[in-house]
């Protein structure tokens, strides 16, 4: 069975395209434990990039550790995902114990309040988390996280470990009731952490960077920020014709590639949506080919798009219809004002909150829409 080449999921491997500024960027922080924050709109590849690195550092002594707080809906929830994730990497340190060890390693966690227990499936022993208070101590809480975290990276520096521990849609903490407290707790183990490296990424660009620049947020300043855009054109073109070697041991005429590449305006989902179908053929696509394609991957995706661009003001809808029609430097000049035909402050107002949902980006120094697929049914009004 052949690798799908252009994944809708994680790429890795000769699937992952290029982005060697931030993975050495990204690498050179987990080696120096600097915490790191990847920012990016939705399906930018922020989980591939940390994905490929965490896979060429990971060894034999490295544990890459990933939570997503997706589901995180309230406190109680978020500390379970994320004491289970301590609990995995724990569980990896402690393979090789003996029982004077796990007794020494659970009196410690006692400690700090914490009920955990030690579990066996036969084979080996391990530690477990309890989260309903019913064991001897109390159940873990928002005030014990910080010290949870501690304790994992404190054993990892005594046993000789290193530690990954990513926490993917991390923006989900600081919609919670008690978002603030949790993140403090978080901040207290990551300021201290020696032994281990934290990288928080999520799909929300807005809420994740305004956890991390707020200075009245508890993570303000403390991580390294890596943004992505999109991939430039010249690695994409080298990206396409390797991917034609390895699946048709042909190249691509150059008029294809480009009509790949513009189609999906580099956008790292869409390219790999489009070339998923195109390279699904037992030739290399035609430049007669990609058009219908890709008219194929629009049906598939507008019907969400649609639903959304449906929920916007009539002001946002028509600033969008006009950047499809033409990218824009200045969407509060004169110009572009009269081509509205309304108010500064109301055009303001709405741009301002296309900005905030990722539904434009500026490129070349021009605003246009984010999505390929919009964009591309809003210029033929389909």
Known sequence: MKKDIFPQSIASGYAFCNRSDERKALRSHIDRINHTVLVAPRRYGKSSLSNQVAGEWESSRRIYNKISLYSAYDEKTALELIAKGVQRAIRKMTSGFNMDEFKALLASLSGIGLNASLTTDGAEFGISFNFDGSGKTAAITLTSLGELLKSMDEMALKEGWNILFEMDEFQQIGGLETGHAIEAQIRDAVQYARATTYIFLGSNRHLLEQMFSDKSRPFYNLCRIIRLERIDASPYRMHLQD???????????????????????RHPFYVNALCSRLWAEPQPPTLADILPAW???????????????????????AILSQLAQSPEAYVTGAEFLGRLGRALSTVRDSFGYLKSMDMVYQTDGKWAVMDPCLSFDLRHQR
């Open 243 to 265: 991917a034609a070697q390895i699946q048709w041991r042909k190249g691509l005429s150059d008029e294809a590639n480009d009509q790949i590449l513009t189609l999906t305006e």
């Open 295 to 317: 008219v194929q991957v629009v049906d598939e995706y507008m019907p969400v798009l649609r639903n959304d661009f449906a929920r916007l003001s009539a002001t946002q809808k």
